[in-house]
T-cell receptor, first 112, second 113 residues
């Protein structure tokens, strides 16, 4: 079945530092890949997506590239802000199954 | 455009009771999915409905059920509540294709005492 593995947290950075959160996946066929963000006490917000190999999703300074050869979809941001502090989830949806399969989430804390 | 609306936001129930949660999807979206989020198990898929038909189901006991109405609004029901059912229940709506984005509501926080 489908699965997503993302780096264990928590991740603590200083403001303006570079962020990478690793995500790798296992799936049959060509899944769509997503990053979601969850702020305390809220639901999940879609951050970015990519639907085919070599696609780059981007939003609010965050980027992730769909790498089929390494089955990866790492999240990056060049300069994080305190307001980026949240839990980040990597997810995939693919094959004949319409459900989203999530990683365990990575807690990011950005200090001023 | 209104987002996904879940009601109520918070619930406290007693073991053995039943509960019904409601989800109104984004206008035009025909797919509604439900997820359970707990600190131990993370985000787990419950079921997905598309045009009033259950299209996918996760590995949850039969106490968890759902339905979707002709206006795409969905409800999920949990009967005979257990302490372990305490969780954040999230609803997501989408257009329904495999490659389409899913948009989540703010969730219903269920506490079973």
């Amino acid at each position: 079945g489908n699965s997503v593995t993302q780096m264990e947290g928590p991740v603590t950075l200083s403001e303006e530092a570079f962020l990478t959160i690793n995500c790798t996946y296992t799936a049959t066929g060509y899944p769509s890949l997503f990053w979601y963000v969850q702020y305390p006490g809220e639901g999940l917000q879609l951050l970015l997506k990519a639907t085919k190999a070599d696609d780059k999703g981007s939003n609010k300074g965050f980027e992730a590239t769909y790498r089929k050869e390494t089955t990866s979809f790492h999240l990056e941001k060049g300069s994080v802000q305190v307001s980026d502090s949240a839990v980040y989830f990597c997810a995939l949806r693919g094959g004949s199954n319409y459900k989203l399969t999530f990683g365990k989430g990575t807690l990011l804390t950005v200090n001023p | 455009k209104a987002g996904v609306t879940q009601t109520p936001r918070y619930l406290i129930k007693t073991r053995g009771q039943q509960v019904t949660l409601s989800c109104s999807p984004i206008s035009g979206h025909r797919s509604v999915s439900w997820y359970q989020q707990t600190p131990g198990q993370g985000l787990q898929f419950l079921f997905e409905y598309f045009s009033e038909t259950q299209r996918n189901k996760g590995n949850f006991p039969g106490r968890f059920s759902g339905r979707q109405f002709s206006n795409s609004r969905s409800e999920m029901n949990v009967s005979t509540l257990e302490l372990g059912d305490s969780a954040l229940y999230l609803c997501a709506s989408s257009l329904g294709g495999v490659n389409t984005e899913a948009f989540f509501g703010q969730g219903t926080r269920l506490t079973v005492v």
